[in-house]
């Protein structure tokens, strides 16, 4: 099977983390004699009939402002997952996407061991090494001896209570005392600027057990920090909840990832899987389907069956009571995904309790999309695992009020053309709740260990996103974790409903599910099921090419990609465009709102501009890029191959003549004049950021590489494009036409990042240290060559503008004069 690149991992900024699946021996070093010390006493002295308690995974006491933690000796070295969110925000600005309420701030895994000398340890488990051998010359033993848990609290024993084998701790100065176990993460501190605690305005309000956990909440003051400390004195007050979740006491079986399907990932490193060196590992994260006892037969029969226990999701209270529907048709749609699996109902999601004193939003037991009050415009679907096992025990969706506008607009600018339904500023409660549905759909299929499939809408033809039959029936993209977001392509004159205008869960997202969560009693192991999974990848893929992942960090292939459709970003684009021009002259009309002003057509406007900015940004993608298709050995063909030559000569066709050719169709004066925003400015910054990724020394020295490595092939050359994007470029050489402001100010662009590349590649082709000997610094003979086509490409470049000089007048004329010389003073060296 495939595995993951730890890269990649890192750049997602997972924690690589995993652990002995064993469990450690209990230190049974405590003192065992009938006469206690003096600092214990009998346990009636110290949980008195005072005492408050609450009883569940242990028994807490509650006495005065004393809260005691009663652990029995069977929860030793158990694993305890603690997550610790935002109960209650502090008043004022915060951070983008950070510090409301039901934000998670921090999450480690404890366990508590008895010490000698009657204490208790709290350590905190690390799960980055592992391995199961532990025969005689096994590796287990060593992993543990280089893995020492840290202890980050000692306890000293109040009481002992015989009759049931359990011991009595005090718990309340270490959960007064500012640490990362049941408090804020330092990463978090910093992000909020939260600075020194103050103890006399902090204290624990309640701590309560259940059968599964233990909820903790305390309000938390602190003074600022970071350079808010320097602008006052008013400090920040936070209500903190801590969740301490038991573990399963035998993990669930792990199944390994796979690149080719699109899951989270734990990784670890594993001493057992290569006899002969070490492997990283990284399992999927999921749920843990498991069918009921009464049940197996008929799940191996095949027939649907409920799983033992059902994901469930509940809605935070404080949603909007018109949108909870569609939230929870979000979650419902995905029931379907899940028969592919083998399991009905196995997914749903209900409005939260109501009077219910043992439900908690906060609690750790319990997945909740929490709304949350926010100007943001977004959503988001983080989850909690195992560790050990990548099973996933919880997760907080968090829905923030302003995604209505995000999408209100997306929907306007992609649908206008085809969907009079979006042609204005505030939708009906049905559109507005089924796209809420989408986003929602979305969020879920993140929380059920999804990535992003950024190339999911590659799979289909363009022209398929016009076929009616087709798209309603299928919808525009395979899958719901693309960031497709609605069918920009169809033109009015094909007459497509809504139904193949949104986003739905497709054929990716259940073969994803299935691939996932199918429960394969007859293997035993992650290792055991592997070569079944392979096949059935293989096969799978084999048989539908619209299963096919592409990861968001794939930075080189133009499949792969945000926001994009279809097969062909040229043909969707252009498609794309047109619509755009239909939408544009109508944005007056549609944004228009009695008794305000002209902020909506402000905003608009620039989505228009962005979403075209966009659509050339995709077709830039395929110049100098390269499909990375992975496979396993057992597949044929080639895993790196260049986008084919007349693709990219097509590509950079429809920059010349839809980018550097002036898109003067943008440029509206009357909304200029009513808003003050300026398309001109945005059309620059497009073409030099364009121009800066085209002639980076890094597209040469691909193409330069490309066809040395490809020579069977043919390919785009670097000679070839450079010619092409001059042509684009600088086309009044040949035609004579005057040459506009917007024309002399690429033209300068495209002049001074081709001096770039070529002094950066002289710089590094050879340098004098001072003693006149020449040494080099970089052996890749493809950069050494950029120096040299950059050279004869600027040499023709001013031949032709010497040529064009004659037939040019005013403003133009001094433009190209200029140009010719800053050429020659740069080849000849007379400015260095």
């Not at 940004?617 to 063909?637: A, D, F, N």
């Amino acid at each position: 099977m495939l595995r993951f690149n730890i890269a990649l991992f890192a750049l997602l900024g997972f924690a690589v983390a995993a652990h002995a699946q064993k469990a450690v021996p209990a230190d049974t070093s405590a003192k065992k004699t009938d006469s206690l010390p003096s600092a214990i006493k009998p346990y009636g002295t110290v949980i008195t009939a005072k005492a408050k308690t609450y009883n569940g995974m242990f028994k807490v006491h509650q006495l005065n402002a004393r809260y005691y933690f009663e652990i029995p000796d069977s929860m030793y070295n158990r694993a305890i997952l603690v997550v610790n969110r935002i109960a209650r925000s502090a008043a004022g600005p915060r951070p983008q996407m950070t510090g409301y309420a039901g934000d998670q701030i921090a999450e480690n895994v404890i366990h508590f061991e008895k010490g000698p000398d009657d204490r208790i340890f709290m350590k905190v488990m690390r799960f980055n090494e592992r391995s199961s051998d532990s025969t005689e010359n096994g590796l287990y033993r060593s992993v543990i001896n280089s893995n020492l848990e840290p202890i980050v609290a000692v306890f000293p024993v109040k009481a002992y209570n015989k009759d049931v084998k359990s011991t009595v701790i005090d718990v309340t100065d270490y959960l007064n005392t500012e640490n990362e176990i049941f408090h804020f993460s330092p990463q978090i501190k910093t992000t909020l600027s939260i600075g020194a605690i103050q103890a006399d305005k902090s204290f624990i309000t309640s701590v309560k057990a259940f059968p599964l956990n233990i909820e903790i909440r305390m309000l938390r003051t602190y003074l600022k920090g970071g350079q808010q400390a320097a602008s006052t004195t008013i400090p920040d007050t936070y209500e903190l909840n801590s969740s301490m979740v038991l573990l399963p006491a035998v993990p669930m079986q792990p199944r390994y990832a796979d690149a080719r399907v699109g899951f989270f990932a734990r990784g670890y490193v594993d001493f057992d899987t290569d006899p002969q060196g070490v492997k990283q590992q990284f399992m999927i994260t999921r749920w843990r389907l498991e069918p009921k006892e009464e049940d197996i037969e008929k799940y191996k029969r095949g027939e649907l069956v409920e799983p033992k226990k059902p994901i469930i999701y509940y809605i935070d209270p404080a949603t909007p009571k018109k949108w909870v529907p569609y939230l929870i048709a979000g979650v419902n749609d995905w029931q379907k995904a899940f028969e592919q699996a083998g399991f009905k109902n196995a997914i749903k999601a209900l409005p939260a309790p109501e009077n219910d004193s043992t439900w908690s939003i906060d609690d750790a037991r319990h997945n909740v999309i929490v709304y949350k009050p926010s100007a943001i415009a977004n959503a988001s679907g983080p989850h909690v695992h195992d560790p050990r096992s990548g099973e996933i025990i919880e997760t907080h969706i968090n829905w923030y009020h302003n995604i209505m506008q995000l999408v209100h607009n997306w929907y306007m600018i992609q649908a206008g053309a085809i969907d009079p339904a979006a042609r204005k500023m505030e939708y009906d409660e049905e559109l507005m709740g089924q796209l809420i549905r989408f986003v929602s759909s979305h969020e879920v299929g993140h929380t059920l260990g999804l990535m992003h499939n950024f190339g999911a809408s590659s799979t289909i033809p363009v022209e398929k996103l016009r076929d009616k039959a087709y798209v309603e029936a299928h919808g525009h993209t395979p899958s719901i974790m693309d960031y497709a977001r609605f069918n920009y392509v169809a033109q009015p004159e094909d007459h497509i409903t809504q139904k193949g205008i949104f986003p739905r869960i497709g054929e990716y997202d259940t073969w994803a599910i299935e691939w996932g969560y199918k429960w394969y009693p007859a293997f035993k192991s992650a290792k055991e099921e592997g070569p079944y999974l392979n096949k059935l990848i293989i096969d799978s893929l084999a048989k539908n090419k619209r299963l096919y992942f592409g990861s968001e960090f794939n930075f080189s292939d133009p499949r792969d990609q945000s926001e994009d459709l279809g097969d062909d970003a040229i043909a969707a684009g252009r498609y794309g465009i047109k619509n755009l021009q239909r939408i544009l002259p109508q944005l007056k009309e549609w944004t228009k709102v009695p008794n305000e002003g002209y902020d909506n057509l402000k905003t608009m406007y620039e989505e228009v501009i962005k979403q075209y900015k966009l659509y050339t940004v995709q077709v830039l993608k395929s110049v100098g890029g390269e499909y990375r298709t992975l496979k396993s050995i057992e597949q044929p063909g080639r895993i790196i191959e260049p986008v084919e030559y007349q693709k990219q000569k097509a590509s950079m066709k429809f920059l010349n003549e839809y980018l550097f050719t002036t898109p003067a169709w943008l440029i509206n004066e009357s909304y200029t004049a009513l808003t003050g925003t300026d398309p001109i400015l945005h059309i620059v910054i497009a073409q030099s950021n364009a121009l800066m990724k085209l002639q980076g020394s890094g597209m040469l020295i691909g193409l330069i590489k490309s066809a040395e490595l490809n020579k069977g092939i043919k390919t785009y050359t670097a000679a070839e494009f450079l010619e092409d994007l001059k042509q684009g470029v600088w086309s009044e050489l040949y035609t004579n036409k005057p040459i506009d402001i917007y024309r002399r100010n690429q033209q300068k662009v495209y002049i001074e990042n081709s001096f770039k590349a070529f002094k950066a590649m002289n710089e590094i082709v050879g340098r004098n240290n001072g003693n006149g000997t020449i040494f080099y610094i970089n052996p890749d003979p493809t950069g050494n060559d950029v120096s040299s086509i950059t050279r004869a490409h600027l040499t023709g470049l001013r031949n032709d503008i010497r040529k064009a000089i004659p037939s040019q007048t005013g403003i133009s004329k001094y433009h190209l004069q200029d140009m010719e010389n800053r050429i020659s003073e740069v080849l000849e060296g007379k400015n260095k």
